[in-house]
């Protein structure tokens, strides 16, 4: 979903379309509403079957490109030699990172996570980089205004679109059966238990209000923490894959969120703090910041016009 939340940020002074392999229907569903084109590309020859692999893509975007476009690679496994291939064929790379390490060709590089200094990278001396949350990439409805006021006892639960430990409905039914809160799950993993509204491919005008009217906000240090967080909600997060890792650090550090750990590895006490913290103890989390201050739409599209000059 972030590679269409930038296409969304810059739709409107760009020509976007999201080339992607095998998009499912909530995909197709998103990108329509951003307003962005969509380019099915075959599934490439030699690609990694899963995330993290160690194998390459093969170059896959010869046939879409004519020289003149600015390409944003977001994925895990366009490795140096992928990118000397794209930038050999289009005008501008933009690469989206998560790690803060290795070798890059790109022209810009983003990174959101916060904390991060320019030497972490191997770069060209072209390549020009855009680190923290100042340039957070978010979807439309997330740079709206936000409630101020929030409801007591409702708490929303999200740990991705994958959530592959299932955590979130785990969270979500101790939440609601151990300490009688309402939770709003969401989540890919459906439950069904009083005072628990599971909703999946949720709109996010309704998810931007969801997160604006909670009394705290329970995430992955991902997408879902910066969403959390543009809304000024009281946020606890924790982790499970690397890519996470300097995105939860970083909010850690300034102190932005109430920090649970890695949880696919120390579950059970993820699972206790969260319980000590709805036994009464919500005033642990860490009041609303101003961290994001959404204005990274227009950051990021004058980084993107400069570049394209």
């Known amino acids: 979903m972030r590679s269409v939340a930038i296409g969304e940020m810059l739709r409107d002074d760009f020509d976007c379309y999201l080339a992607t392999t095998a998009p499912g229907d909530f995909v197709k569903v998103q990108t329509a509403k951003a307003g962005i084109s969509l380019i099915e590309v075959p599934p490439p020859t030699h690609a990694a079957e899963v995330p993290h692999s160690s194998e390459r893509i093969s170059f896959d975007l010869d046939r879409y490109l004519d020289g003149s476009e600015t390409v944003v690679l977001d994925g895990y496994n366009f490795d140096e030699k992928y990118q000397q291939e794209v930038k050999s064929r289009c005008s501008k790379l933009v690469v989206i990172d998560d790690f803060g390490h290795g ?13 991060l200094q320019e ?12 680190l923290g ?16 006021a929030r409801n007591p006892n409702e708490i929303a639960v999200c740990f991705g679109g994958a959530d592959p430990y299932k955590f979130g409905p785990l969270v979500a039914s101790y939440l609601a059966q151990e300490f009688n809160i309402n939770v709003f799950l969401i989540s890919p993993h459906r439950i069904r238990l009083p005072k628990v509204e599971a909703l999946w491919g949720v709109d996010v005008q309704e998810l931007q209000r969801i997160y604006s009217a909670v009394e705290v906000a329970v995430v992955s240090a991902s997408t879902s923490l910066f969403e959390a967080l543009s809304c000024r909600a009281p946020t606890v997060a924790g982790f499970f894959v690397d890519n996470q890792l300097a995105i939860y650090n970083g909010f850690v550090k300034l102190g932005c969120c109430y920090p649970l750990g890695r949880i696919d590895q120390e579950m059970g006490i993820a699972l206790n703090k969260i319980g000590n913290l709805a036994a009464g103890n919500w005033s642990e989390v860490p009041q609303p910041s101003d961290v994001i201050d959404l204005k990274s739409k227009e950051r990021i599209t004058d980084a993107f016009t400069e570049l394209c000059k």
């Open 133 to 148: 949350p100042d340039y957070a990439i978010l979807r439309g409805a997330f740079f709206e205004p936000h409630l101020s």
């Open 103 to 115: 070798k890059t060709h790109a022209d810009l590089v983003i990174n959101h996570a916060p904390g």
């Open 119 to 130: 030497d972490i990278y191997q770069g060209e001396n072209y390549t020009r980089y855009f």
